[in-house]
Each structure stands twice: as C-alpha cells, then as structure tokens.
C-alpha cells in the first residue's frame, strides 16, 4: 500500500496567515491526490482533486500544487472558518489511503 | 442536489451484526460509484473500499475483507455497509461517499453513522 505522510501534524496560525501543508508519498502517484477539509462531527469536504484543481463552491484562497510524490495544500489568507483537519488522499491505486491529517489550530 | 443521508447511530454487543445504508438522491445512482470510510474516534480517515453501483461488484481493502459487505438496492438508491461478528474496535463513525466520474476520490459524503460496540 501507499503510504501517505502529511507535515506538520498540526501547527497554530493566525488568522490572514499563509500557511502550507505538505504531503508526501511513498511512491509515484502523477496526480491522483485530492485534499479534504473536516470539522469536528462533521464530514470530511473534498477541496482539490487531480492535485490541483479546485472543487466548485470552494473559495480559491485554497490552492493545491505538486505531483508524482511531493504535494501541497495552500490556504493564502486564513479565514476563521478554516481552522479544521486536512487530509491528504491518493487515489493511484488501491487501497486509497490518506494521509494522518493536519490539525490547524488558532494561535 | 446530490445528497447522501445515513442510517442513524447504532449501538451493539461484541458479536452481534449492523447494517448502514446510505440513501442516494440528487443524481442517478447507478450513475456513480461509492466509497466506504472509517473513522475511529480521535483517528483519522481509513479507506474500506468501494462498490460499482452498475454491477454491484465490491472492492475491500486489506483489513475489511470477511465480516465487511458491501451492498446495493438500486430501486431505492440506497447502498449499504453490513458488518458481522462486531468487535469493540469496530467502534468508529462510517461514512459512504459518491465516487466523482469513477475517478477514486470522493466529492459527496453522507453525514456518518456512529457505531458503538460495547457490552
């Protein structure tokens, strides 16, 4: 199986901050990544697909980059509605694992 | 709108059986595949597997193959998850998830179900 590793495993921001998250993988996957937000009780969002295309309806202060092993989720101004968990998904081949999620928490 | 609505939260013995179902509506069901997830509580996500929606053919990851089925009533859109022989560690909140244009990733996921298994 793939393995999926996200750094940091959490970390404090600011709101209007820039923050980055990484993902990495244990081998190749082109671009078959996507990232999902979750709040707490509630279901995980799908934000980007194909590691950089941005999901309808998500604002485009999120943006996603990288392919083949090394990927990024970039939030360019932080919002108070984007502290949450983000998870990192490959979907190259099975099983589909995801990465142990990114906890952004406010500082 | 697509939307998936989950079966509500169950609460079961060690050994006993669940089944969830996921109700599909929004789209046409057989249209789109649909993804099983886990998660534990304070854990994070964990990819069971899918089921084609057209065939009803079942994909189970490692770790969810013998007590874990997927199934299909396309005539009211609902799929479902049963789960036998239940273990205290299958305590975790299970979600289904539309499969985008049978590309793998998930852009639609019911609300979860909590399973609890205590005795």
């Known amino acids: 199986a793939i393995r999926m590793t996200q750094s940091p495993s959490s970390f404090s921001a600011s709101t209007g901050d820039r923050v980055t998250i990484t993902c990495r993988a244990s081998q190749g996957l082109s671009s078959y990544l996507a990232w999902f937000q979750q709040k707490p009780g509630k279901a995980p969002k799908l934000l980007i697909y194909?590691?950089?295309t941005l999901q309808s309806g998500v604002p485009s202060r999120f943006s996603g980059s990288g392919s083949g092993t090394d990927f990024t989720l970039t939030i360019s101004c932080l919002q108070s509605e984007d502290f949450a968990t983000y998870y990192c998904q490959q979907y190259y081949s099975y099983p589909y694992t995801f990465g142990q999620g990114t906890k952004l928490e406010i500082k | 709108q697509v939307q998936l609505v989950q079966s509500g939260s169950e609460l079961k013995k060690p050994g006993a059986s669940v089944k969830v179902s996921c109700k599909a509506s929004?789209?046409?069901?057989?249209?789109?595949?649909m993804n099983w997830v886990r998660q534990a509580p304070g854990q994070g996500l964990e990819w069971m597997g899918w089921?084609?929606?057209?065939?009803?053919?079942?994909t189970y990851a490692q770790g969810f193959t013998g007590r874990f089925v997927f199934s299909l009533d396309t005539s009211v859109s609902t799929a479902y998850l049963q789960i036998s022989s239940l273990k205290a560690e299958d305590t975790a909140v299970y979600y289904c998830?539309?499969?985008?244009?049978?590309?793998?990733?998930?852009?639609?996921w019911g609300q979860g179900t909590l399973l609890t298994v205590s005795s």
């Open positions: 929004g789209y046409t069901f057989t249209n789109y595949a």
């Open positions: 089921i084609n929606t057209n065939t009803g053919n079942p």
């Open positions: 998830a539309r499969v985008y244009d049978s590309s793998g990733y998930s852009d639609h």
């Open positions: 194909a590691a950089s």
